[in-house]
């Protein structure tokens, strides 16, 4: 694994990335695993649970160390982003679909659409290649039929945050860095709460890649975002500051309850 000089700005660009890219692959092989009886029991004898061998993922089986579709939409859009020295949206799109369309490994008959699947193919889980997204599915479909918006207007799922690292980690400090993470996340995912999620997670990178550790940083995009004069005021954001306000006041709170309390249906 090569180092990464954190203590400077591009060192902390590099380890945005960095970070993103191997949390993602060691986390990948227990992914999904909604019964928290059922995952507390897998991980009981260890501490150390990072690039888990054999898979236990329910849905999708690939092997240790190779990234989810959440790492695979980001590296893709890292990708396109050096080659095109910033973001081409157009360019962003073809290379998407080629990634994740028909002509790829995620092309499988119980996970190539977004139409919901029956118990019967529920049975073949997990399948033997990697989970197709439903945002991303859903994009493949626009995309195919030459609409302008390809994102999704009803995925309201956490693609959108690990699809932005990339582009804070380019952007962080440039005045356009939230208008250009809209963009991005509005590729595969239109829905508004989806997007203010990704601004809020785009702002709380931004200052760690700034500015380097700091306890504050919550305050900090609160503060941020309660401005009437902020960069891309979006409808919700007076929803996301509150929901951070109780992050803020649950801080003595165990993980594992915190996420039930704020938990979004």
Known sequence: MCSVDKGSLNGRRAAA??????????AQPLHWIYDTNKLDNLISQTENIAFWKPSANPFYCIPTGRQS???????VILKSLVENEGLDVRSLKDATFKF???????????NATYKEK?????????IKAPWRHFSVKEFLANHKAGKEHTGSPTDDQIDCVVRIIP????????????????????ITQESDFTVVVALCAARILEHFILNGPSDGVLEEVIK??????????QELDKAMVGKIRE???????????????????
């Open 100 to 110: 994740f369309g028909p002509e790829s490994d995620y092309e499988h008959p119980v």
């Open 167 to 186: 582009v804070v980690a380019l952007y962080a400090g440039h005045p356009n860095m939230l208008t250009i993470a809209e963009e991005v996340v509005r």
């Open 17 to 26: 990335v960095l970070g993103a890219v191997v949390a993602d692959a060691a």
């Open 224 to 233: 941020q975002m309660d401005n009437p004069h902020r960069a891309n005021p």
């Open 247 to 265: 992050v803020l006041q649950g801080k003595e709170t165990s993980h594992k309850k915190m996420a039930k309390q704020l938990r979004i249906d």
């Open 118 to 126: 029956s118990d019967a193919q529920k049975n073949t889980f997990p």
């Open 69 to 75: 579709g959440y790492g695979d939409q980001a590296y």
